[in-house]
């Protein structure tokens, strides 16, 4: 019987054929690295399949045949097994699972539930009784191929970063000042640098700096709550935000807070209070300031409140450029109030209102931990989630919850974090403000800082980047690279490219990366420019 080829398998084949390509050269030298193993493998099950034949030998036709075979088979699964092991694993979305630099040596545990499934809960922390546990540590950072101790080795052999980088960082689409630098995750050791210090407007890679202060002033397992609260003799529901950029009205959830389980459990509340009647309100006041960006209306970013469900898009989108309610919070309580009527409660319609002291709490959801929300800000480049972030950050350190008190806060924590902020401006957690301004120093330090097995709560910066070739922003670009070896941060703004991540080289170190580059005229030529410098990086065993 014939069986057709699968569709899904021909869309693929030309991209699998390119990651196998690239990969051939480092499965070949995990296959060596494993040999002892399947040798010893092979000696011992050869008893076992000997007394296997003499037992089934009578039904078998070539008895010999299926011994080699079973021998070959299980020598088969040793060394599949070895290279996997060797060379990191993937998992169904394309991604290295072997994020595990110094794990040999230094295995941990702790963390945070990494999981995109993860329900919501009933409180604002994650580590509530009964609630999601943390997940186990994974690894610091990606593992370098083949490496099997546990020091990261160097490449003296391999030609000068210099002589790598230059040509190709001349690339005329790069426009007419760039910055660069590269560091070995494993020592911090600078590999090349070049204009390093020059801040330069970063785009969006400024998400990475949200993603570290956010992180580090608020925890891995923080999760945002969204409630209700009944004031006591007026009959007024309040439904208060708490600044969950991931809060959706959506039938599937998809594992977010749900406007539709709040529903749920606010009506269930009012009925055993006998109460089928409220004035509805909301109430948006842990932020403060401005809504609206200093870009204006931009299908790029909603207006900024603490109150928003699905990002306030009007389609059915769920990353990316899309149209936005021209007021989130109002919009979102009128989808609630009509949950609601659904489940037999009637509303007023809502306005503006403040939660007092004395509101009893009816109802809550909560978001996926934190390191789920800044993974996901990463990979699809989200801005609500990034202006979030940075007025959470602020109101975790006690500042103004606005657009300049979110940018104040992502500075001062990471100052506290000992980065280098020489030339460094924040005016918004994004990055689409283009008077931000960041150096390559910088966005190295705070990838290798994410990289330190001492700061496992650091580790989603890691495993949020978008994997090239597979995830996110990077997935429609390397197709003839380095494909699922490179793990970065775009940034686009007109005349302005930016690319930093991290990359594993021939030799099995990872080594963070920074290229921005200002006055580009073509923005597709500019991203394939920095992509055949990721690329080299990739392929150089450079010293």
Not at 80 to 98: E, F, L
Not at 496 to 504: D, E, F
Request: charged share 20%; proline share 7%.
């Amino acid at each position: 019987m014939v069986v057709p080829e699968l569709r899904a398998w021909r869309a693929a084949r030309p991209r699998l054929a390119r990651v196998a390509r690239v990969a051939r050269p480092h499965l070949v030298r995990a296959a060596r690295a494993v040999k002892p193993q399947v040798t010893r493998v092979t000696r011992a099950v050869e008893p076992r399949v000997a007394r296997l034949t003499q037992a089934v030998g009578p039904r078998l036709a070539v008895p010999k045949a299926w011994r080699y075979t079973a021998g070959a088979a299980t020598a088969g699964l040793a060394l599949a097994a070895g290279v996997v092991t060797a060379a990191g694993p993937w998992d169904s979305s394309g991604q290295r699972t072997a994020e595990r630099d110094w794990a040999a040596a230094r295995e941990r545990a702790g963390g945070a539930d990494h999981g995109p499934g993860s329900d919501t809960s009933d409180t604002s922390s994650g580590t509530r009784s009964g609630g999601p546990r943390p997940a186990p540590s994974a690894a610091a950072v990606l593992v370098g191929l083949g490496r099997t101790g546990a020091v990261v080795k160097s490449a003296p052999t391999g030609p000068a970063f210099a002589d790598v980088l230059r040509p190709l960082l001349g690339d005329p689409a790069l426009g007419t000042h760039h910055t660069a630098e590269v560091v070995d995750v494993a020592t911090g050791r600078r590999l090349y640098g070049e204009n390093s210090g020059d801040a330069l407007t970063p785009a969006s890679t400024t998400k990475i700096a949200t993603a570290v202060a956010a992180l580090s002033a608020l925890g891995a397992d923080h999760r945002l709550t969204t409630r209700t609260a009944l004031e006591p003799g007026t009959g007024e529901l309040v439904l208060v935000g708490g600044g969950d950029p991931t809060l959706t009205a959506r039938k599937d959830a998809g594992g977010r807070a749900s406007l539709r389980t709040l529903a749920d459990r606010t009506a269930t509340a009012l009925k055993k209070r006998g109460v089928s009647k409220v004035t509805l309100s909301y109430d948006t006041t842990l932020y403060a300031g401005p809504e609206l960006h200093p870009i204006g209306v931009n299908e790029n970013l909603a207006p900024v409140s603490a109150l928003m469900a699905d990002e306030a898009r009007t389609d059915d989108s769920d990353s990316g450029p899309a149209p936005r309610a021209a007021q989130p919070a109002p919009d979102a309580a009128r989808t609630f109030a009509r949950l609601l009527a659904g489940r037999g409660i009637a509303t007023t319609a809502p306005g503006p209102s403040k939660a007092t002291s004395r509101a009893q709490t009816l109802a809550t959801v909560t978001s996926p931990p934190l390191s789920a929300v800044v993974e996901r800000m990463l990979t699809n480049s989200d801005n609500d989630i990034a202006e979030a972030l940075a007025r959470q950050t602020a109101v975790a350190t006690g500042g103004r919850a606005d657009f300049d008190g979110g940018a104040a806060a992502i500075a001062t924590e990471l100052d506290k974090l000992h980065l280098p902020l020489g030339g460094t401006v924040f005016h918004d957690g994004s990055g689409l403000n283009r008077a931000d301004k960041l150096t390559a120093d910088l966005l190295t330090a705070l990838l290798t800082k994410a990289g330190d097995p001492t700061r496992p709560d650091l580790r989603p910066v890691l495993t949020g980047l978008p994997v090239a070739g597979f995830t996110g922003t990077l997935s429609g670009r390397y197709a003839d690279g380095a494909a699922g070896l490179v793990r970065a941060k775009t940034g686009t703004l007109t005349g302005v490219n930016t690319l930093a991540g991290t990359v594993v080289d021939q030799d099995g170190r990872l080594l963070a990366f920074a290229f921005l580059t200002e006055n580009t005229t073509a923005p597709a030529a500019a991203q394939s420019a920095l992509d055949r410098t990721a690329t080299a990086l990739a392929s150089c065993g450079c010293r």
